[in-house]
């Protein structure tokens, strides 16, 4: 039957001049479910001769037979019509027979047509835009994504694009989707709550190349490129961009952020502690640097605290000049108010933004530092009475609240009552063991000591040299200042000299031969930005004249010379004028070992410093020292826990590390197979984290772990919900990433241009969305087979039918 409907409808086709339409037409339904099955059916009239002589020849012959039978036969108009056309049908179907009409059945590969989507995933793409001079675009982004697009980064605005108005377009049209990110490499992108912006290099040109492989087998239509467009590394985007091309392949591009001509200005935290003691003031050093400025702008920067309800108090300002070399700036944070007793303190520095400045995230960075309201519990030995043991043990004994002081004399009679902080029980002997040291002080400062007179037991000296190592190992903090006896020569081949941030002369023959009546003035290593121990006021040039100018700090008129710093050490005063192979003699040392830190003083009378000044600044310099050498302690709230970040600073594609080396109750290392660590960002976001004991390390424990956005972080240890050690940590853009982070339009605009393809921004997808109308599916013949159309029981029953309708009809107008 079905077989049958064809021949009919084709007759009647061929009937009204038509074969060539009747093929089409014919084609046309039988490949309606094609590209579904792979296989394509068409009807073809093998022998038919040209359309034209079908219908100027054949037709009107085959009529002219059919009409000449009957023209003689007395017959009215409409029997003779209806005769002449039975006739013409059935002399029409033997023409067909004749054309030899066939079914083709060809069996085909139908490729579906794909789209390359390439999304940018480095870490520029963590940007924040302002969009200030563009407001056609500024809105298009807020209708597509309800939020202000300076509040959103540009991988944010990527994403609601493409799950919004691309991929929906594609899928409507039929495309076949394969989304890709890429930074250094291409990688395929299984859905875009994947994206991360975490890679440190754009490789634009890498990515289109790999894209490029990739396309062999497949029938990839169109590329489409979301990026900034600032690529810092791999093979050059005009290269790929060639290879596109001469493959036929458009590569269409969007820009992801603000084209404006850059105009930024930046702020970096260069110093801030992670830790400070309650009462104290707080010092950060931040760097500030401008990209498109001209001349020497002037800007202040703003250091904030935040308060519980976010709302922020300025508490410092200062004015600095604008450059590309980048200017560093320090703030001084005044004490908590004395009825706040506050665990951590919260600020933000900030530059307000430039007129039409391009990106706005970066003009401010937030940080914690951790108050602890622990006291610094401070070991004062020395030999004798000298003048420098006398003022230091009175200052440090009056002037700090936030310490807690025992001294010993070595040289005082067994009756003398040894000076503490009132509370505090007087020494009746040195310290020597491991436990008294860990457990009872945060920092040991050694005057003019023969460690062999710690004790007239040999054995309890050898343990309290013992002990003092591991005690800095473990955190503590050592102060070495010099005397014209013991200190340092004496240390020269003990476990102590280890602990030296110096290198002593080991032939004992590097001797004081300076003029002990002339007067001299260390020299700062570092005026423009001097270490915080030797910073005694805020400003950078007053603080260098204070230290060497005539009307400053007293001079001095002897020194214990050394041979040099050790490596790694930072030298922050040295002497004017004598000096060695090395240089000049370092006067004022600081070091680590590994985890505790060391201060080398090479003179023994900086009580000189009260002449003019009173106490004022021989307190700040000798606070500043105990409070640097001890920062390794405050961050354990039970000086047994201790806590570090590997790093000061990551990038963003990198995994932060953290260590922590604990002790159990006796103070030896802890063997617990894991610790947990809280981790927070700036925002308040807080995750939790595992450190694992280390094999073969008892007592150290350490886990990785990534971070998704830029910031500074802090890590913490919590006993009983109260935190007993803390670290801090930044994230930041990796170099190249950060070095020039605004969008490069003129580059993906040769791209596209070079391929043919398209470029626009994020506003205006709606246009590339015309470049995707559907139906490019590409079919491949596989096989192809011949079946006769008129091979079957319809055509002769049709053909029956009319010649037996014909013969009726003949009979009964008589004419047979």
Known sequence: ?????????????????????????????????????????????????????????????????????????????????????????????????????????????????????????????????????????????????????????????VRAALEKDLLPHLAKEGYVTRLSRFAENLEPLTATSALAARGHATHVGDALQQALATTRGHHVTDIVVLSDGRSNGGLAPQEAARAAAAAGIPVHTVVVGDTRPERNVVVEIAEAPSTALEGDEIEVSVRVLARGVSGAPRANVI??????????????????????????VVLLAPPSAGDQRVTERR???????????????????????????????????????????????????RADSSLELQCYLLSATPDFLQESTKGLPAL??????????????????????????????????????????????????????????????????TPLEELLPVVLDPTGTLVFQGDSTREFRPRLEDPARPHEVVR??????????????????????????????????????????DGNAQGRYPLLVTGYYPSGRTLFLGVDATWVWRYRYGDRYHERFWRNAIRWVALGRLKSGDRRVQLDAQRARYNLDERVTLEARVLDEDFRPSEKPELDVRVGDAEGRVRDLELELVPERPG????????????????????????????????????????????DPATLQAIAATTSGRFVDLASLDELEAEF????????????????????????????????????????????
């Open 1 to 157: 039957m079905k077989s049958l409907v064809h021949a009919a409808r084709f007759a009647t086709l061929a009937v009204l001049g038509g074969a060539a339409r009747a093929a089409q037409e014919f084609a046309l339904v039988r490949d309606a479910n094609a590209a579904e099955t792979g296989v394509r059916e068409t009807f073809r009239l093998l022998d038919m001769p040209e359309p034209w002589i079908v219908v100027l020849v054949l037709l009107p012959l085959t009529a002219l037979l059919a009409w000449i039978g009957y023209a003689k036969e007395p017959l009215s108009t409409r029997a003779r019509g209806t005769l002449v056309l039975l006739r013409f049908l059935a002399l029409a179907l033997l023409l067909g027979v004749l054309f030899r009409p066939v079914f083709v059945k060809k069996r085909e590969e139908v490729k579906p047509a794909e789209v390359l989507v390439l999304v940018d995933d480095s870490a520029s793409m963590q940007r924040k835009d302002a969009y200030a001079g563009d407001e056609r675009l500024r809105k298009a982004l807020q209708d597509r994504t309800g939020k202000a697009p300076g509040e959103q980064s540009r991988s944010e605005l």
């Open 303 to 328: 250091l904030e605290e935040l308060g519980k309800g976010g709302d922020l108090r300025p508490v410092a300002e200062e004015e600095t000049t604008l450059g590309e070399a980048g200017e560093k």
């Open 347 to 397: 600020f933000r520095v900030h530059v307000p933004p430039l007129p039409d400045e391009t990106l706005k995230d970066d003009n401010a960075i937030e940080f914690s530092v951790h108050v602890t309201p622990e006291k610094i519990r401070v070991l004062f030995l020395d030999a004798y009475p000298r003048w420098e043991y006398r003022y230091l043990k009175n200052l440090l004994l």
């Open 428 to 493: 009746t002997s040195v310290p020597t063991a491991r436990k008294e040291l860990l457990e009872r002080y945060d920092v040991i400062i050694l005057g003019d000591v023969n460690p062999y007179a710690i004790s007239p037991d040999p054995s309890r000296c050898e343990e309290f040299m013992a002990s003092l190592r591991e005690f800095v190992e473990r955190g503590g903090g050592l102060i070495f200042q010099a005397g014209e006896y013991d200190s340092p020569r004496a240390y020269a081949g």
């Open 536 to 577: 005694l006021v805020p400003d950078a040039k007053a603080n260098r004249a204070l230290w060497e100018e005539p009307g400053g700090l007293r001079g001095f008129y002897w020194y214990a010379p050394v041979v040099r710093a050790k490596p790694g050490a930072q030298v922050l005063l040295r002497h004017p004028d």
């Open 700 to 743: 150290l424990y350490r886990g990785s772990f990534e971070v998704e956005r830029t910031g500074v972080y802090s890590g913490w240890v919590e006993t009983n919900g109260q935190r007993v050690a803390t670290t801090e940590f930044e994230v930041v853009l990796p170099s190249r990433e950060n070095a020039d982070p605004a969008p």
């Open 773 to 816: 109308p559907g139906k490019e599916e590409r079919r491949e013949p596989i096989s192809s087979e011949l079946e006769d159309a008129w091979d079957n029981w319809g055509t002769l029953l049709l053909a029956l039918i009319l010649l037996a309708a014909e013969w009726l009809l003949r009979k009964r107008w008589e004419l047979v």
